[in-house]
């Protein structure tokens, strides 16, 4: 099944939970299985460079099939995946807060969070991802 713009907006709605839990503000941007928009959202206050950001480790996800953070573990000097981040204009984030939305084994899409520290980033993904699934 695609990810819905219904869907999409339940996974918005949990990071969002999350990241006024933590008390950041985030930018969360849900895409298709081709890395497309399907929606995002800019708290008040989150940071600009997240629009971006947040769209680039969905689509890095989905791009990938893998969570942006592992990404950043084979991507750094000396690994398999060094220089992976110059890909696709760049487009290709190498830290936390991406990633895939798998179904049946297979990724169909992919949530990117960004506006607080990695670690942030990731539990707000995260949450958006459970809400996916539940």
């Known amino acids: 099944m695609p990810v819905t713009a219904k869907k999409a907006q339940q996974m918005i709605a949990a990071a969002v939970e ?3 839990e933590i008390g950041v503000p985030m930018v969360i941007a849900v895409v298709d299985q081709g890395g497309d928009l399907v929606a995002q959202l800019r708290q008040d206050d989150a940071l600009l460079v997240s629009i971006g950001l947040s769209l680039n480790k969905g689509y890095t996800a989905v791009a990938v099939k893998m969570p942006t953070a592992i990404l950043g573990s084979v991507s750094q000097p000396g690994g398999q995946l ?3 981040n110059n890909a696709d204009n ?3 984030v190498i830290f936390g807060g991406g990633l895939p939305i798998e179904e049946d084994g297979k990724v169909i899409g992919g949530i990117g969070v960004s ?3 990695v670690e942030q980033d990731t539990a707000c993904a995260e949450a958006g991802l459970a809400a996916y699934c539940s």
């Open 90 to 92: 760049g487009r290709i």
């Open 18 to 20: 999350k990241a006024n």
């Open 115 to 117: 506006g607080g520290s």
């Open 82 to 84: 060094y220089g992976i």
